[in-house]
Nanobody, 123 residues
Framework: QVQLVESGGGSVEAGGSLRLSCAAS????????MAWFRQAPGKEREGVASIDSDGNDIYTDAVLGRFTISKDVAKNTLHLQMNAVKSEDTAIYYC?????????????????WGRGTQVTVSS
């Protein structure tokens, strides 16, 4: 099975930037679809962004224009560049991978998940 490990989380000031990474292993070749989800304290998990094998990316309205998802196939690594962060972005961010469908909304599309990395935005 695919193993996903997130990194790059931490504290950042509102309006600042942060770059998250997700190292993937246990899978031959590039993953068909990868995504970022997040869960804030006391709230349901929500989608952030997804990217397919062709590099097509999708973003939820909450992060559109501020976050960018990308992947480095050679390094088997997924990234999330977070710019102009807001207090509402505070959450545990999870890396996810799927084998068929891509979605920045439906977590049921994803079979593999990392343990998450904490992002805290201060104001």
């Amino acid at each position: 099975q695919v193993q996903l490990v997130e990194s790059g989380g931490g504290s950042v000031e509102a309006g600042g930037s942060l770059r998250l990474s997700c190292a993937a292993s246990g899978y031959t070749g590039s993953l068909p679809c990868m995504a970022w989800f997040r869960q804030a304290p006391g709230k349901e998990r929500e989608g952030v962004a997804s990217i397919d094998s062709d590099g097509n990316d999708i973003y939820t309205d909450a992060v559109l224009g501020r976050f960018t998802i990308s992947k480095d196939v050679a390094k088997n690594t997924l990234h999330l560049q977070m710019n102009a962060v807001k207090s509402e972005d505070t959450a545990i961010y999870y890396c996810a991978a799927g084998t068929r469908f891509c979605s920045a909304i439906y977590d049921s599309y994803y079979s593999y998940w990392g343990r998450g990395t904490q992002v805290t935005v201060s104001s």
